[in-house]
Every structure is written in C-alpha cells, then in structure tokens.
T-cell receptor, first 112, second 113 residues
Framework: QQQVKQSPQSLIVQKGGISIINCAYE??????FPWYQQFPGKGPALLIA?????SEKKEGRFTISFNKSAKQFSLHIMDSQPGDSATYFC???????????FGAGTTVTVRA | DTAVSQTPKYLVTQMGNDKSIKCEQN?????MYWYKQDSKKFLKIMFS???????INETVPNRFSPKSPDKAHLNLHINSLELGDSAVYFC????????????FGQGTRLTVV
C-alpha cells in the first residue's frame, strides 16, 4: 500500500517552462516531506524538504508548496533547464520513525 | 571521497545462484538501509539497521538476508536468485532522526538470467 501518491508519472516541458509535480498523503502524522532527485544511473539525492508548519519553501528555482488541510504538497521547478531532466520522488516520514515512504516518481524531460 | 559506496555496480547471474552486495558509508551515520528499485523506478524499502540492530524488515522473501558487521557496513545476501529479483538495489545511510537527509549509493543493477 503506497502511503504517498505522486502524479504525473512523467512530464515534458520546454526549456524555461514550469514543471509541477503533485503528491498526496493520507497519514496526518507525517511530519517531514523531502523531495529527491535521481539522474539515470545514479542514486536519489535530496533536493529540498519541508515540514508541515511551513506552507512554502524555496531554494533557487525549486519550490515546495504544502497544503496541510488538503494533505497535499507539490514541487515547482521554475525556468526548467535541460539539466533538470531527471526522476523526482516525493517522500514522507513520521517522527521517531526510521522509514521514508516514497512516491512512485515523476520523470521530467526538459526539451531545449 | 564517495560517501556511500556499493559493490558491485553490476551483477549478472543465473537463476538459483547466491550473491552478495556490499555497502559501506564513511559519513559517520548510524542508520543504513536497503531499497529495491524496480523497472518502473518505484523505490521500496527492504531493510534498515540502526547501530547494527535490525529495525525495519519489510515483507521481503527470506531468501534476502542483510548483515551489518558494524555501523559503517551493511551487506545484502540473496539466496536462490529468481528472475523477479532483477532490479537496482540501493544502499542508503542517514543519521538517526526523522528529518535527517538520507544519502544513497550509486546502486547495484542485478540481472538474473
């Protein structure tokens, strides 16, 4: 049973465009929501993370928006670049829990 | 310096064989994981160790056996390999705590023929 649902499965965006990936969760006890970026042939790497007491977090061209009441969070990639082409995973974890539950992943392709 | 290193990077073997994947981290972390990534890129947690103690053991066939000789190492042994075991296996490590960053190795692509 997947605890974090992620959409879309894939998306294609033109260079300079905005990529938006959405995630939804059911367990209201989740209190840490990271996003991981994975390039082909590499392991996932932390991109940006947010806690539920914050509605938005921005790091460079990457922004997480968090809607606690809707139990949803999303990643926005502004001014998308070909180098952003990768698979993005949202994830969630509980306090005092070692487990990180991942979404199914979104493959982003940025066309030059 | 590689933070989380796995060996081998590629492993091709026949059905029924037994194989091991090794993982080492030099980050001083106390928690290590094994994840399986299938052909659809879904990341599924398999095991986790904290200070050499098994703390997560997901629904995984008992042909898979992890071993943590010390905090810096976590190995995965697989007996009687099956076609369905073909996947990329990732080792990861982090400091204990709910909001600490997990660092992943480069993965081991296992192909069972």
């Amino acid at each position: 049973q997947q605890q974090v649902k992620q959409s879309p499965q894939s998306l294609i965006v033109q260079k300079g465009g905005i990529s938006i990936i959405n995630c939804a969760y059911e367990n209201t006890a989740f209190d840490y929501f990271p996003w991981y970026q994975q390039f082909p042939g590499k392991g996932p790497a932390l991109l940006i993370a947010i806690r539920p007491d914050v509605s938005e977090k921005k790091e460079g061209r990457f922004t997480i928006s968090f809607n606690k009441s809707a139990k949803q969070f999303s990643l926005h990639i502004m001014d998308s670049q070909p180098g952003d082409s990768a698979t993005y995973f949202c994830a969630a974890s509980l306090t005092n829990d070692y487990k990180l539950s991942f979404g199914a992943g979104t493959t982003v392709t940025v066309r030059a | 310096d590689t933070a989380v290193s796995q060996t081998p990077k590629y492993l091709v073997t026949q059905m029924g064989n037994d194989k091991s994947i090794k993982c080492e981290q030099n980050l001083g972390h106390d928690t290590m994981y094994w994840y399986k990534q299938d052909s659809k890129k879904f990341l599924k947690i398999m095991f986790s160790y904290n200070n050499k103690e098994l703390i997560i053991n997901e629904t995984v066939p008992n042909r898979f056996s992890p071993k943590s000789p010390d905090k810096a190492h976590l190995n995965l042994h697989i007996n009687s390999l099956e076609l369905g075991d073909s996947a990329v296996y990732f080792c990861a490590s982090k400091l204990q705590g709910w909001n600490t960053e997990a660092f992943f190795g480069q993965g081991t692509r296992l192909t069972v023929v």
